[in-house]
């Protein structure tokens, strides 16, 4: 199928032009209101259709029918607060929406293995509720593979066809957390469809949101969302590689990564980090899942679930963590967010804490204290300034704003603190190092 011709043809007039069913309160309703199914919800509302959203979790729900963000996804605010979008907890509610859009989590197994069950109980919840003339469209991140078990699936328990009188599309998400309210509007839409009623539907619903909607086959829509992440996710384990073959060498990362991609217009060498996410670290899974051997995207996991582990035995072979008080400074998975799913820092904690420090403390100023992750023991959530007092060693596990002055400060009343700082946030180009060193660049 391709792009350039089947979205001319199938973009008659314009697809804003075409009317969304009048015959139910919603024009749409979003299954899981989490991180991705609310922005959505909010963004279809800005845009001037009429949306509700459905939720298992009583919390979330009371959040935002109060007018809150349960998370932070900057640009929502004024949206939320207006109240027009309420996150319902009955499945019957589908009944009342002309499309429906299904955004729930498709994690891992604990074995490399793709876990359905959250699509599967939310199939089981609206089957009973689904009416003729629906759209449905699948939204979480899948399998390839697993509209078409949506396909199938649908057709047993429901007495619908697909195509005849009921439609079904996959459109993947492909926002970066914490970009959704410009991003839903300014990425192209990817739809995938078996049959044209289902892609017109699908591509005139998205077509509210964003001007570009590109249509294909289900299989593609679920390929192109997996290899947009893995690419990513190769290319940081590529990145996250060179670091470890520069200090094996003795090289410095930083500036070899400088002078790859100055002026240079075959290199987009990425920095070094700890990458992980829900989307990032399970995604290729899905992919893996289906062979036998060990591949470049396993090889590209290991790399990048190695890393606390790298900056844990450098740092030993520079000073013990035995017995000393350790800084531990940001545990979301990334920068500016407050998102601690899937983060490479509990990893880094635990590893830490296998050498018997005195202590540990974590500062993350982006969630609560105590920090809402079971698995280190939900930890006390130091300031900046109280977690650096008095400390021998210091990680930087995410590279947050501000993080600099907080270590040139540090380097001025104790020098000898050292650093593990993969991020660079210091910018003393160098991963291991003591405090003082920020203070002498400073000053060179
Ligand atoms: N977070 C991202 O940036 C991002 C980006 C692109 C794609 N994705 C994909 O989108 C999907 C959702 O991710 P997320 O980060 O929004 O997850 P999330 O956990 O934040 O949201 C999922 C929501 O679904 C709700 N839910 C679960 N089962 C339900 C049920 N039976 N009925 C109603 N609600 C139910 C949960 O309570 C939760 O609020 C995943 O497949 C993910 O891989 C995520």
């Known amino acids: 199928m391709s792009i350039e011709t089947d979205f001319v043809q199938a973009n008659p007039e314009s697809i804003e032009a075409r009317p969304l069913k009048k015959a139910f309160d919603f024009d749409v309703c ?98 009973p509720h ?42 993947p998400e492909r926002i970066a957390e914490g970009k959704a309210y410009k991003e839903l509007h300014s990425l ?55 670091t470890m073959i520069a200090d094996d060498f003795g090289a410095n990362i930083y500036e070899a990564q400088r002078l790859a991609n100055y002026k240079y217009p075959r290199s987009f060498l990425a920095s070094p980090g700890f990458t992980a996410g829900t989307c990032l670290r399970k995604d ?35 000073t013990s963590l035995h017995d000393k008080r350790v800084a531990v400074l940001g545990f979301t998975f990334k920068a500016g967010t407050d998102d601690l799913r899937d983060s490479l820092a509990p990893k880094l904690w635990r590893y830490i804490h296998r050498q018997l420090p005195l202590e540990i403390r974590i500062s993350e100023r982006h969630v609560p204290d105590p920090i809402p992750e079971p698995s280190v023991g939900s930890p006390r959530n130091w300031s900046v300034d109280d977690a650096l007092d008095d400390v021998d060693i210091v990680f930087v596990a995410t590279n947050h704003d501000g993080y600099r002055e907080a270590l040139i400060s540090l380097g001025k009343r104790s020098p000898d603190t050292w650093v593990a700082d993969l991020w660079n946030v210091g910018e003393v180009d160098q991963i291991f190092y003591q405090a003082g060193r920020l203070t002498e660049e400073i000053a060179k």
């Open 30 to 127: 979003i299954i899981g209101t989490g991180r991705v199914g609310l922005p959505l919800g909010l963004s279809f509302l800005g845009a001037g259709l009429r949306s509700v959203g459905i939720d298992v979790d009583e919390q979330l729900r009371e959040e935002v029918n109060q007018g809150r963000m349960p998370f932070s996804e900057p640009g929502y605010d004024e949206l939320v607060a207006r109240r027009d979008f309420q996150v319902l907890g009955d499945p019957s509610t589908v009944s009342r929406s002309s499309a429906v859009i299904i955004t729930v989590g498709t994690p891992l197994h604990n074995h490399i293995e793709t876990d359905l069950s959250q699509i599967e109980r939310v199939l089981g919840q609206i089957a």
């Open 284 to 318: 290729f899974g899905m992919i893996n899942e289906w062979s036998a051997y060990p591949d470049m995207l396993l090889s590209a996991w290991k790399l990048n679930e190695f890393m606390p582990a790298f900056l844990v035995e450098n740092l030993l072979k520079r």
């Open 188 to 242: 192209p839409q990817i739809v995938g469809f078996t049959d044209d009623e289902s892609g017109m539907r699908a591509m005139a619903l998205f077509g509210r949101l964003t001007e570009e909607v590109l249509p294909t086959d289900f299989v593609t829509a679920e390929l192109v969302k997996l290899f947009n992440n893995i690419l990513r996710y190769v290319h940081f384990a590529l990145a996250n590689q060179f």
């Open 130 to 171: 689904l009416r003729a003339g629906q759209l449905v469209c699948l939204r979480s991140t899948v399998a390839p593979g697993t509209t078409e078990f949506v396909r199938k699936w649908l057709e047993r328990h429901t007495e619908f066809r697909i195509g005849v009188d009921l439609y079904l599309a996959f459109c």
